[in-house]
């Protein structure tokens, strides 16, 4: 099972990227992507659940990034727009069997695999 994600890099404020997380090995019934920042604890930034196509937003991104997922379910995007400083991060995605629901979505340990982070660095 391999999660591989792409795209970071260097932005201004108010500038988009386009992250992406290529899966092999596995179907996973929920991807999500974290975020984690210098000192700070990893935190949820969206997730995607494949039945009903239900998607989750943290509230700092909510209106500005948008998860989406193909139909092979073997890769999974996060167009960010509208980036700020505190977007700042190592992005990683990551993926579970189950269905998560709101109560678990956003928990880093609800999920059972995990891609190498990339980088997002923003100025301001």
């Known amino acids: 099972v391999q999660l591989q994600a792409s795209g970071g890099g260097l932005a201004q404020a108010g500038d988009s990227l386009r992250l992406s997380c290529a899966v092999s090995?596995?179907?996973?019934?929920?991807m999500g992507w974290f975020r984690q920042a210098p000192g700070k604890e990893r935190e949820f930034v969206s997730a995607i659940r494949s039945g009903d196509n239900r998607k989750y937003y943290a509230d700092s991104v909510k209106g500005r990034f948008t998860i989406s997922r193909d139909n092979a379910k073997t890769l999974v995007s996060l167009q960010m727009n509208g980036l700020k400083f505190d977007d700042t991060a190592a992005y990683f995605c990551?993926?579970?069997?189950?269905?998560?629901?709101?109560?678990?979505?956003?928990?880093?340990?609800?999920?059972?695999?995990w891609g190498q982070g990339t980088q997002v660095t923003v100025s301001s």
């Open positions: 090995g596995r179907t996973f019934s929920t």
């Open positions: 990551a993926g579970t069997v189950r269905n998560l629901i709101m109560s678990t979505v956003r928990d880093p340990d609800a999920y059972d695999f």
